[in-house]
T-cell receptor
Framework: NAGVTQTPKFRVLKTGQSMTLLCAQDMNHEYMYWYRQDPGMGLRLIHYSVGEGTTAKGEVPDGYNVSRLKKQNFLLGLESAAPSQTSVYFC?????????????FGPGTRLLVL | AQSVTQPDIHITVSEGASLELRCNYSYGATPYLFWYVQSPGQGLQLLLKYFSGDTLVQGIKGFEAEFKRSQSSFNLRKPSVHWSDAAEYFCAVGAYNTDKLIFGTGTRLQVFP
């Protein structure tokens, strides 16, 4: 049982390049989330999904797209990376959102956009 | 709108000393409250959570937190800090029948031997 895993762990991009971050969970959780963490700002929700085939915008969705084609995977895409997207990205999952089930976090992806 | 404030950006304590990390929230109804810990280079791990009932909540690693509705606070405490407790601590608030948590900006704890 690996929990929540993220690929890659670290990536450097040039401005304008695209990339996809992969999040996988093996806990059969319905809900999945993508956050970004920046110094002094805590975690901010980018997008989330309440189930396979569904996605919704969070607090800071601009410049990102997501897809949840399979229940266990949640992909975060950057179509044209910008330096402002330099951050640490965390994926999380939870069984349900009712009664605010615990969110389980992956180890993070550190992204540097030059 | 929900919000969470962690007034202390950085706290330094000596090993063996007691610890209290502050968290204040803003929400109209009864909130669901969480404390997460993030060790360097790691993801977040849940320490404890409060949904209802007893306002003093016990968590892992010897941590506890007390929900005080009158003060809109959910402070995290530990009677004797260990060097391994050095990490960043996040308070978060959620609400019934919503999909999202709101996180505070975090408090970085440094422990001196």
């Amino acid at each position: 049982n690996a929990g929540v895993t993220q690929t890659p762990k670290f990536r450097v991009l040039k401005t304008g390049q695209s990339m996809t971050l992969l999040c996988a969970q093996d806990m059969n959780h319905e809900y999945m989330y993508w956050y970004r963490q920046d110094p002094g700002m805590g975690l901010r929700l980018i997008h989330y999904s309440v189930g396979e085939g569904t996605t919704a915008k969070g607090e800071v969705p601009d410049g990102y797209n997501v897809s949840r084609l399979k229940k266990q995977n949640f992909l975060l895409g950057l179509e044209s990376a910008a330096p402002s997207q330099t951050s640490v990205y965390f994926c999380a999952s939870s069984l349900l959102a009712e009664n605010q089930e615990t969110q389980y976090f992956g180890p993070g992806t550190r992204l540097l956009v030059l | 709108a929900q919000s969470v404030t962690q007034p202390d950006i950085h706290i330094t304590v000596s090993e063996g000393a007691s610890l209290e990390l502050r968290c204040n929230y803003s929400y109209g109804a009864t909130p669901y409250l969480f404390w997460y810990v993030q060790s360097p280079g790691q993801g977040l791990q849940l320490l404890l959570k409060y949904f209802s009932g007893d306002t003093l909540v016990q968590g892992i690693k010897g941590f506890e937190a007390e929900f005080k509705r009158s003060q809109s606070s959910f402070n995290l405490r530990k009677p004797s800090v260990h060097w391994s407790d050095a990490a960043e601590y996040f308070c978060a608030v959620g609400a019934y029948n919503t999909d999202k948590l709101i996180f505070g900006t975090g408090t970085r704890l440094q422990v001196f031997p």
